[in-house]
Structure formats: structure tokens, C-alpha cells
């Protein structure tokens, strides 16, 4: 008995064998951190990063997106994909006349950001700095 693969079955088991045969990528870990004036706990993040929360006592929060670690973030922390995150945040604003977090390139740049605000709240992907307080390693 022959068997005959044609041409089109036989890239795909190729393909499908490459795939198998790389290894898994791994998601970095993600610090959220705040500003060690702000009093934030585990469970007011995902609050924070939709715009529910907004005080954290007198203090008014600022969370801060890293477009870096954005990806590992949504995916992790708030179990959303970019598309929905912008789409909550596009009606919200329109909504609530709450504006969206601000955008950081990178950890150093949204560390610096949480330093600077009173009710900084962000995420970043290397070890925190002791100037900062970390709220929960994901």
C-alpha cells in the first residue's frame, strides 16, 4: 500500500511539527506597584485600571499603562485582550468623562510616573525598586 501526500497536507505537517518542536514562550512577570503614599490593595487593581476606583482615601489614584508590559498585563491581571481594554476605556470616557490611564514606554519611565504622583499606580515587568511599594506580583 502507497500512501500519496500531497503537496498542501504535507507544508502543513510541516508546520505543525515546527510548532511542536519550538519551545514555549513564557509571559514575564508583572509587578503592579503604587506610590507608598497610596493605600491600594491586590483587589482594587483590576477597579483601578477600569476606572472604578478612583480615591484611595482623599488621594486621587493614577494608574498608569506601560506599553511594554501592556500586553502581559491584560493578559495576567485583567483577563482582557487590548481590543476590549481600549473599547471599555473609549466608553467610559464618553460615558463617565473619566479619562484613560496614562501611557509609559517603558518600567523605568512608569516607575519614575508612580514616584512622582501621589496616587501613582502602575505595572512594570523587572523587580520593583524599594522606592516604590509593590502591591502584588502576578
Given at each position: 500500500m502507497r500512501i500519496?501526500?500531497?503537496?498542501?497536507?504535507?507544508v502543513i505537517l510541516l508546520c505543525a511539527g515546527i510548532a511542536t518542536a519550538l519551545p514555549a514562550t513564557s509571559?514575564?512577570?508583572v509587578?503592579?506597584?503604587?506610590?507608598?503614599?497610596a493605600t491600594v490593595s491586590a483587589?482594587?487593581?483590576?477597579?483601578?485600571?477600569?476606572?472604578?476606583?478612583?480615591?484611595?482615601g482623599s488621594t486621587k489614584l493614577a494608574p498608569i499603562d506601560n506599553s511594554a508590559a501592556q500586553s502581559e498585563f491584560l493578559a495576567k491581571v485583567m483577563q482582557l485582550d487590548s481590543i476590549k481594554y481600549d473599547s471599555l476605556w473609549t466608553k467610559k470616557s464618553f460615558r463617565d468623562g473619566v479619562n484613560p490611564p496614562?501611557?509609559?514606554?517603558s518600567?523605568?519611565?512608569v516607575i519614575n510616573a508612580v514616584k512622582?504622583?501621589?496616587g501613582g499606580v502602575g505595572y512594570i515587568t523587572s523587580a520593583p525598586?524599594?522606592?516604590?511599594?509593590l502591591i502584588k506580583k502576578f
Open positions: 500519496h501526500i500531497t503537496p498542501l497536507i504535507g509571559i514575564a512577570d509587578y503592579v506597584i503604587a506610590n507608598p503614599t483587589g482594587d487593581i483590576k477597579d483601578i485600571f477600569l476606572g472604578e476606583k478612583q480615591l484611595s496614562a501611557l509609559k514606554a518600567d523605568a519611565d512622582a504622583s501621589p525598586p524599594p522606592s516604590v511599594t
